[in-house]
């Protein structure tokens, strides 16, 4: 009797068992979570859900509704350890469409290699900022549908210096929404690129481009002798130094560990700044707002017509470059409800 109640009791746990293994998601997959209205997105699926008018508000009373999912992301080298997991949720108006992503950054970046002041001379910093990316291949291609972010990377080389992303032809593309901490955030904005096939087999960024520019951007802030800034921002403690804001260096109204912004910012106008963007780090965490035309004119951009479907990946920077991101292990596919 009681070798049959052992036995019933081991088979109880058995099946208890199998079944909390089977609920685990397996290593690399995409796995949901619901909103505050109970909806879920179906796994690797980026539900948009219509609204009346579109924001890059995070707090948007409408994200409460939109279901999310939570992807993980991969390293993209062998023996790094993989990134944080990334809540994705996504909008569309009639015109517009908009994407939330929230992970976990212990720190907040928000320089990019930026100067200090030693109270005698300036120093350059390695520390890079954090950024993410959105990538949707423009022409159709199976490769990337099938694989995801790793269709567009060709890591096959042993050294990493020489992996590249792009198309391995000119007649495909990329859509390349790139949101910077150090950048791109200050002026509301990410960065709108394409890729495509490689021009310049000893220059690794070579099948990157930037969208056409018409004026704003960038500048970088580096005196004649390029051993110091040329320039600091009104605001002394800000990471950031917006064009018009600028004064010329000073070095008698700096403190020993001053740190100058290596860029004087500006807006870009033109299709490299079709993408507005809102980023927010707090309590350990950054919630970014990326928002576009679902068709911006441009040739270089992705038109987005509900309700068709589109492939797509993530990328996650934390204050590192290039290959040193991490990246969605599988392809994500946008849809709209």
């Known amino acids: 009797m009681q070798y049959k109640i052992y036995r019933f009791v081991l088979l109880i746990s058995l099946l208890l068992w199998l079944t909390s293994c089977a609920a685990q998601p397996e290593a690399g997959s995409v796995s949901t979570v619901a909103s505050s209205s109970g909806a879920t997105a179906p796994s690797n699926t980026i539900t948009a859900v219509k609204v009346d008018t579109l924001t890059t508000d995070s707090a948007a009373a409408y994200w409460a509704n939109a279901p999310v999912s939570t992807v993980h992301t991969k390293a993209t080298e062998k023996g790094k350890a993989d990134g944080p997991d990334v809540n994705i949720q996504a909008a569309y108006d ?5 994407m939330r992503l929230e992970w976990a950054d212990t720190t907040e970046s928000n320089l990019n290699k930026a100067w200090t002041w030693d109270g005698s001379k300036f120093s350059r910093s390695k520390d890079l900022g954090d950024r993410m990316g959105v990538l949707f291949p423009i022409e159709n291609n199976a490769n990337f549908s099938s694989k995801g972010c790793a269709g567009a990377c060709h890591n096959l080389d042993a050294d990493p210096e020489k992996w590249w992303m792009g198309s391995e032809s000119a007649d495909s593309r990329f859509d390349l929404w790139q949101w910077t901490a150090a950048s791109s955030n ?20 070579s099948a990157t481009h930037s969208d056409a520019l018409k004026s704003g951007g960038s500048v970088s802030n580096v005196n004649k ?3 110091g800034p040329a320039f600091m921002g009104n605001d002394l403690s800000a990471s950031f130094i917006i064009t018009g804001e600028q004064t010329p260096i000073d070095t008698s109204k700096l403190t020993q560990g001053a740190v100058i912004p290596p860029s004087i910012l500006a807006p870009w106008v033109g299709s490299r700044g079709d993408v507005q963007a809102k980023g927010v780090w707090k309590d350990g965490k950054w919630v970014v707002v990326l928002l576009r035309a679902l068709d911006t004119g441009n040739d270089e951009d992705l038109v987005l017509t509900p309700p068709k479907a589109y492939p797509l990946g993530v990328a996650v920077f934390d204050h590192i470059d290039l290959v040193g991101h991490t990246t969605t ?3 994500l596919t946008l849809e709209w409800k």
């Open 329 to 331: 292990a599988d392809v």
């Open 186 to 205: 200050p002026v509301g904005q990410a960065q709108d690129e394409w890729m495509g096939a490689q021009e310049d087999p000893a220059d690794m960024e």
């Open 225 to 227: 002798a390029k051993d």
């Open 94 to 98: 009639g015109k517009n469409i908009a």
